[in-house]
């Protein structure tokens, strides 16, 4: 079975990505660039990853990957948020079709998380528990959110479908 089918019999049509609403210029020159990406370009970008995350990411080999949510609620954003790495925060729905590649990577908790072995597609069904991510109750539902996508240096801007205010959840261009 394709990731796609699996997602999709799992109500996941799209999956996402969020930043600072300061990136949507260079998102539409370049793409959705990974950390690695964004260095070695000297591409200015404003983080929503702390220094720490920065680091882990790079000692792991996660900063040649941009990194997705599955659900548009990843409780990472939520910590950008706090910390103030984001001051205003977008999120930006993308299809499917961008996971078709055979090296994009998954992990059923926060990447970068000591311990966590990211996985292939063949493994996602077993290992990420979609029953918990759209459960009603928050802390149910918390663990299960923080699963993550990994896609290999750079998303291309055709595989966007929308892009939403993080405050609001408003469509632009609608």
């Known amino acids: ?7 999709k019999r799992n109500d996941i049509n ?17 793409g959705i660039l990974s ?35 599955f659900i548009s609620d990843h ?9 103030g790495s984001i001051d205003h925060g977008i999120w930006i729905e993308l299809d499917l079709k961008v996971l078709l590649d055979d090296s994009v990577m998954f992990s059923d ?13 063949t ?11 759209f459960h009603r109750d928050f802390w149910t539902r918390l663990e299960a959110r923080k699963a993550e996508i990994m896609v290999p ?8 479908k929308a892009i939403y205010d993080g405050n609001t959840g408003v469509q632009y261009g609608k």
């Open 14 to 30: 799209s999956v996402w990505h969020f930043t600072d609403i300061s990136n949507l210029d260079s998102i539409v020159k370049y």
């Open 109 to 121: 908790e926060v990447a970068n998380k000591s311990g966590v072995k990211p996985f292939d597609y």
């Open 1 to 7: 079975m394709s990731i796609i089918e699996t997602l």
């Open 35 to 69: 950390l690695h990406e964004l260095v070695e370009n000297s591409i200015d970008a404003h983080f929503s990853a702390d220094v720490l995350s920065h680091s882990l990411d790079r000692r792991y080999g996660l900063d040649e990957y941009v990194h997705l949510a």
């Open 75 to 83: 409780p990472m954003y939520h910590n950008a948020l706090k910390r």
């Open 123 to 133: 493994k996602v069904e077993e290992k990420i528990d979609f029953i918990k991510m």
């Open 153 to 160: 240096n750079k998303i291309d801007i055709n595989y966007i």
